[in-house]
């Protein structure tokens, strides 16, 4: 499985962007995963593909919501009220088994980043 990520970009504090990630064959799970310079990878959000259950990390829970449409096995992830904390490099994931949410580890394919900015 090949994914392909976009839509990440320099946006001033308070602004929203929407990323993208497109599959190139079914997967039954999708998500999101930051890492910003000098930390580790963190889990964002994810959500199943058959019924659309969600999952949010607590800093951007209220702020981000994870959506796919099934039919093109892509998946999106509206950013709003952005912050500079939220400056990282934004990768998805997927896996066609049942992870754990949180464990990148456990999420077989990997998109490249794309880059989120956010300027104060």
């Known amino acids: 499985v090949q994914l392909q990520a976009s839509g990440g970009g320099l946006v001033q504090a308070g602004g929203s962007l929407r990323l993208s990630c497109s599959a190139s064959e079914r997967t039954s799970v999708m998500g999101w995963f930051r890492q910003a310079p000098g930390k580790e990878r963190e889990f964002v959000a994810r959500?199943?593909?058959?019924?659309?259950?969600?999952l949010y990390a607590d800093s951007v829970k209220g702020r981000v919501t994870i959506s796919r449409e099934r039919a093109k096995n892509t998946m999106y992830l509206q950013m709003n009220s952005l912050k500079p904390e939220d400056t990282a490099v934004y990768y998805c994931?997927?896996?066609?088994?049942?992870?754990?949410?949180?464990?990148?580890?456990?999420?077989?394919?990997w998109g490249q980043g794309t880059q989120v900015t956010v300027s104060s």
């Open positions: 994931a997927a896996s066609r088994r049942t992870p754990i949410a949180i464990m990148e580890g456990t999420y077989e394919y």
């Open positions: 959500i199943r593909r058959n019924d659309a259950h969600t």
